[in-house]
C-alpha cells in the first residue's frame, strides 16, 4: 500500500511502496507542488523505477522554477536505490 499526505510545515511525507502502480497517485500529489518542499520518505519501504521517475520529473520541473525536492529521512535500501541510480547528488538528502 502506498500514501503520501502533507505533513507539517513544508512537507510531505510518503509511506509504503512507490511503484509503477501507485506512480500516477504520487505524480498527481506532486504536481501540485509549486514551491520548495521536503519529502519525508522514512516510511517509504519500497520504491522502483517508476517512482523514481516521479520524484525525477518531479524535481526537474520544480528546479526549472528555482525550486527543489529534498528527500529526507529514507531507509537504508530506499537510500541504496538512489545511490545506485546516481541520484543523490540530484536529490539534497536528510
Same mark, same amino acid.
Do not use: W
Given at each position: ?5 502533507? $505533513?507539517? +510545515? ?7 511502496r @512507490?511503484? #509503477?502502480?501507485?506512480? =500516477?497517485?504520487? /505524480? ?22 517508476? $517512482?523514481? +521517475? ?7 520541473? @520544480?528546479? #526549472?522554477?528555482?525550486? =527543489?525536492?529534498? /528527500? ?16 543523490e ?6
Amino acid at each position: 500500500m502506498f500514501d503520501i499526505r502533507t $505533513g507539517e +510545515g513544508n512537507a510531505i511525507v510518503l509511506s509504503g511502496r @512507490l511503484d #509503477a502502480a501507485q506512480a =500516477a497517485k504520487a /505524480l498527481q500529489t506532486l504536481d501540485a507542488l509549486e514551491h520548495s518542499v521536503v519529502a519525508d520518505i522514512a516510511g517509504l519501504d519500497y520504491i522502483s523505477s517508476a $517512482g523514481i +521517475g516521479v520524484l525525477v520529473m518531479t524535481q526537474l520541473r @520544480l528546479r #526549472a522554477c528555482g525550486h =527543489a525536492i529534498k /528527500l529526507a529521512n529514507p531507509q537504508p535500501r530506499v537510500r541504496a536505490v538512489i545511490h545506485y541510480a546516481g541520484l543523490e547528488q540530484l536529490f539534497g538528502i536528510e
